[in-house]
């Protein structure tokens, strides 16, 4: 057993979870402190965004633990994990999980709104990070009519409006193109860093990856850290 | 929780449920127009008290039949009616001559001013039939011009057939038609008892009728499920915890079930126009009959809501929304057995207690009879998903078509299930009602000994007509083969009160030998028979006996002393070649022992000769042989009533139940047509993105409307058979409740699937153009 490092915001420890007879998660240890970017990188199928999906506490490992600032989430109600994600973490996926029946705009502002922020307040907020993502002018636009990478974009905002201490973000260039991708890494990490929340990034990339500050690769469901050659 | 964060919940998922582009309000139409098609149907049904009533006020009001003995002297506000009913093909049309003996005689309602003679005052609907190119013999049977149009208030439907024709010299008489009254009116309407398994199938009818609509309704508000499912995904994955979820899912669902409320209301009030103007099965109304009670309306209005918002709980309660539902369409849990059996289950021990009361003992209970069935046929939208469910699993190998098809209902065959629910619960419900039908059929339904292929069409004379020349008048009409006509007259061996005394017969010889078996038979000959078949002394040796040639008779003598009685006592003397015959077992009417051709009374006796009515025999392949048969009764008597032969004669209650059913029937069939289309479009929508998908890279459009044929027939299919079973089980159990013996009714049960089955044909066939226009690859990039 490792003891979770001093200062550290959210730490697992030996956490497994099966699907069938599919191990995705076969003790893996994951920890991560505030503020810094840790890319979680593997091989297709190993196990990587099932690890993601655990921390952030929408799937429940089978067994092991995780606790974010020293509460054990794998215990936590369901109202307790859903006021966490909707108040400190932020999520962005490679795809689909802006509302299509929202506008970009009331998109980046419904976690506002779901903490039971005026629409108008919320909205403003939202404007602001749109701003900084460069996608202010799609407001009045659905999801379903912008491209991948200003999808991500906003998805990028909307995962930032509540000001989170943790993001996890799913290969959120997975579907760009390289260019594209890139400029969402920047805008992201940028948007990150100056608000000092912790990002976990999966990702099979290493240009990707580039931008964290540590990597853990997974493999068969067992993770490791990688220390990097610079 | 807060009643602050609730409503703001609610008012979250109603902005769901309006915003959201042009897909969203698609999506939005398409639950308005389904539950709204719900809700008329339901306001229609809170109609229907009203509905009876008002047509039995009517008939009530316009009631002129004098039910006293008494008739009362002619004075200035009597007036002289007489119903003169005919029947036009099926239609029956109510007709009556009327005569004002005074100034003060009442107008019948709806009417104006009184006909002259020869004019008459008719419905609208008759005024259109009457001149109407193929109504020629009606014309001529009704031979008044109109004058005038009868007014709602004297009819109690927008197409009923009805007229007035005034008359003069009407005569009242004690076996005419004729009535003198000073009023309209029924004087004491007391209602009647009805029999107990009457009132159990009133229920039942109701029940099943409206239960399918419950559940289109229920239908209705989740449509859009998979997308919504996302989209609350998605709001969970923000952070939105599941009781969160399902308030604004609920809210979703109440402004889907009040928008709903609203197009309901417009389509009602749509219908009530159209059906106020139409006619269906024979019925029509007013659009004034259509009022809902406001009670019922104001529970329909408050239950629809709150039935939406229960339903969708429900339904979520059996669904995690989980965040993970935005990357992962994950495959639902296995849905377990045990509580989707308790409905069915709870119903049928609803019914239990009442099997084999029958009719003899008292009203069955109305609680347990409706929510019994209510049970039993909502418990096959409870056990249909699992059984979609455990079989769709078990399938896969296959076409690619058919692969297709399984994999999707394997992911989501809750929508399926969904969908064909409500004709599943319609066509379980119809196999018990027809079962129940079919089975007590013979309780309300009995011989009139009538042998219609003898003699189709009996007419009744109002009085007495000269015997000799009647039947001619309708063996000379087109489409008559022949004409029997009879006279019955009294005969005694003295002139004035005869020690003995019978009834004779006379007719032509095709006349008597429909009523005994004449070896031969020319006009001259008299007959006896040798059984007689009234007054209960089944020899006649008596009166062979009496009848000896060469014995002198007096056809028609007079009684007592009193002068007014007199007959005409016209002499006979019996001829020589009187015969003995066999009577027929199957002989048209019950018939004196002596049997006599005109030519063989003397000519005295033709005054006393007299038909009262005609026995015709039509010929089947004469178009309307009917038609000119009445005009032919009417011609010779407008008072005549004809009747057609037939073996046997329903119940008229029963009969207006079943109609009722059929009636409902029709519009619940239409409804759910229009909601399987609607769901059909809906399904095929959400799965535009995948099907261009698929023929972006090359599958047949063949394959892909296979598929999506497939992925109708299958729930289909399941669920007709599940509701056959549960139809089956209801009817049995009805039945012998009932106390009739159970037999199964394999041509109803084939008919009701059959109809089943053919409206979600048609269904599909009209969903297919939109099918293949939606698979194009232009459709990738809609979302
Ligand atoms: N909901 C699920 N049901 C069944 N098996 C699952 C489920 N989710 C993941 N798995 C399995 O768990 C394993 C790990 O999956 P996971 O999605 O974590 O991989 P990954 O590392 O993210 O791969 P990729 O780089 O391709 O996204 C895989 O073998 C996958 O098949
Ligand atoms: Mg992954």
Redesign the pocket.
């Known amino acids: 057993m490792t003891t979770s490092p001093p200062g550290s915001l959210l730490t697992a420890h030996d956490l497994r ?1 099966a ?2 007879p ?4 076969d003790g893996a240890e994951f920890s991560i402190h505030p503020g810094e970017i840790v890319a979680i990188m ?12 655990c921390l952030a506490g929408i799937v429940p490992p089978d067994s092991g633990s995780i606790t974010y600032n020293g509460r054990e989430l794998t215990t936590m109600s369901d109202a307790r994990r859903s006021a966490l994600r909707r108040s400190e973490f932020g999520f962005v996926f490679q795809f689909g999980q802006l509302v299509p029946e929202l506008t970009c705009v009331e998109n980046v502002a419904l976690p506002l709104r779901l903490n039971g922020t005026s629409r108008k307040d919320a909205e403003k907020a939202a404007l602001t990070w749109m701003e900084r993502l460069e996608v202010d002018d799609l407001k009045a636009k659905r999801p379903g009519e912008v491209s991948g990478g200003q999808g991500q974009r906003v998805a990028v905002a909307r995962a930032l409006v509540t000001g989170p201490r943790l993001l996890f973000a ?2 959120p260039t997975g579907a760009l193109d390289s260019s594209n991708g890139e400029r969402v890494m920047e805008l992201l990490t940028e948007a990150a860093r100056s608000t000092n929340a912790a990002v976990v990034l ?1 990702t ?1 990339e290493t240009r990707v990856a580039a931008y964290s500050d540590r990597e853990v690769v ?1 493999r068969d ?1 067992k993770s490791r850290d990688m220390e990097r050659a610079v | 929780m807060s009643p602050r964060q609730w409503a703001k919940d609610l008012a979250l998922g109603a902005r769901f449920a309006v915003s959201g582009g042009r897909e969203g309000w698609v999506r939005m139409t398409l639950t308005a127009v389904g539950v709204g098609l719900g809700v008329a149907l339901l306001l229609l049904c809170t109609a229907l008290p009203n509905v009876f009533a008002a047509r039995a006020k009517v008939e009530d009001a316009r009631f002129d039949y004098a039910y006293s003995a008494k008739t009362p002297p002619k004075a200035d506000n009597t007036f002289l009616i007489a119903a003169t009913d005919t029947t036009w093909h099926d239609d029956d049309i109510r007709g009556r001559l009327v005569e004002p003996e005074g100034e003060r005689a009442p107008l019948p309602p709806g009417v104006g001013s009184f006909p002259g003679k020869g004019e008459m005052v008719v419905s609208p609907a008759l005024r259109d039939l009457l001149a109407s190119d193929d109504a020629e013999l009606l014309r001529q049977r009704l031979p008044y011009t109109i004058t005038g149009t009868i007014g709602e208030s004297g009819l109690i439907g927008s197409h009923e057939l009805a007229y007035y024709a005034g008359a003069s010299g009407l005569k009242l008489t004690d076996v005419s038609p004729v009535h003198r009254l000073t009023e309209y009116g029924k004087p004491d309407a007391k209602p009647e008892k009805t029999d107990p398994v009457l009132l159990l199938m009133v229920l039942v009818v109701f029940v099943v009728l409206l239960t399918p609509v419950a559940v289109f309704i229920a239908a209705a508000v989740r449509f859009g499920g998979e997308r919504r499912d996302r989209r609350l995904a998605a709001l969970r994955l923000v952070g939105s915890d599941s009781h969160m979820t399902r308030r604004i899912a609920a809210g979703e669902a109440l402004a889907g079930a009040v928008l709903g409320l609203v197009v309901g209301t417009g389509f009602f009030l749509l219908g009530r126009q159209t059906l106020g103007s139409t006619e269906v099965l024979g019925v029509s109304v007013w659009p004034g009959y259509l009022d809902p009670s406001p009670t019922l309306a104001a529970l329909v209005a408050v239950a629809v809501p709150v039935a939406a918002v229960l339903v969708t709980l429900l339904a979520m309660r059996g669904v995690v929304v989980e965040p ?1 539902g935005v990357v ?1 369409a ?1 495959r639902q849990r296995r849905r377990r057995l045990w509580w989707r059996l308790l409905p069915p289950l709870a119903g049928l021990a609803m019914l239990y207690p009442m099997i084999g009361k029958g009719r003899g003992n008292g009203d069955f209970n109305k609680y347990l009879v409706t929510g019994g069935v209510l049970l039993l046929l909502i418990g096959i939208t409870a056990l249909l998903p699992w059984v979609v469910d455990a079989v769709v699993v078990r399938l896969g190998k296959g076409a690619l078509s058919w692969q297709l098809a399984v994999r999707r209902l394997q992911l989501s065959s809750g929508t399926a299930a969904r969908m064909v629910n409500g004709i599943a619960v319609a066509v379980a419900g119809a196999i018990a009602l027809q079962m129940l039908f079919t089975g007590t059929q013979s309780q309300y339904t009995k011989a009139t000994g009538e042998d219609p292929a003898r003699v189709q069409m009996q007419v009744e004379f109002s009085d007495r007509k000269p015997l000799s020349g009647v039947e001619r008048e309708f063996t000379g009409a087109k489409g008559v083969r022949a004409a029997v006509n009879l006279a019955n007259l009294q005969y005694g061996d003295a002139r004035r009160d005869p020690e003995n005394s019978n009834g004779l017969t006379v007719g032509d010889c095709t006349a008597l030998r429909e009523l005994a078996t004449l070896p031969s038979c020319k006009d001259g000959d008299v007959f006896v028979t040798r059984t007689r078949s009234h007054y209960g002394t089944p020899s006649n040796a008596d009166e062979i006996a009496l009848v000896k040639p060469g014995r002198r008779l007096y056809i028609d003598p007079s009684y007592g002393g009193d002068t007014t009685e007199r007959g005409i006592e016209a002499l006979w003397t019996v001829p020589a070649n009187v015969r003995v015959v066999e009577a027929r077992k199957d002989s048209l009417q019950n018939y004196n022992g002596l049997l006599v051709t005109p030519a063989a009374l003397p000519a005295k006796a033709a005054p006393a000769l007299f038909s009262e009515g005609v026995y015709v025999r039509l010929d089947p392949s004469v178009p309307d042989s009917r038609e000119y048969a009445r005009n032919v009764a009417a011609r010779i008597d407008p008072l005549a009533g004809t009747y057609s032969w037939s073996a046997t004669q329903e119940n008229e209650k029963y009969t207006s139940i079943r109609t009722g059913l059929y009636v409902g029937s029709a519009f619940v069939l239409a409804l759910i047509g229009a909601s399987l289309l609607v769901s059909q479009l809906e399904q095929l929508r959400e799965r535009r993105k995948l099907l261009s998908a698929l023929v972006a890279f090359g599958a047949r459009r063949r394959t892909l409307s296979l598929s999506v044929l497939w992925q109708t027939a299958l729930p289909v299919g399941l669920g007709l058979l599940l509701a056959t079973t549960v139809g089956v089980t209801l009817g049995s159990v009805l039945l012998k409740m009932t106390r009739t013996p159970v037999a199964m009714d394999w041509a109803s049960v084939l008919t009701m699937t059959g109809v089943g089955a053919a409206v979600v044909a048609v269904v599909t066939l009209l969903s297919l153009p939109p099918l293949l226009r939606m698979m194009r690859p232009e459709g990738l990039r809609t979302e």
Request: hydrophobic share 30%; proline share 4%.
């Open positions: 979870k699907y069938g599919t191990h995705a998660l593997g091989p297709s199928g190993s196990g990587k965004s099932t690890l993601l999906h799913d290969e999966v099979h997974v469901g | 993970l992962r994950a």
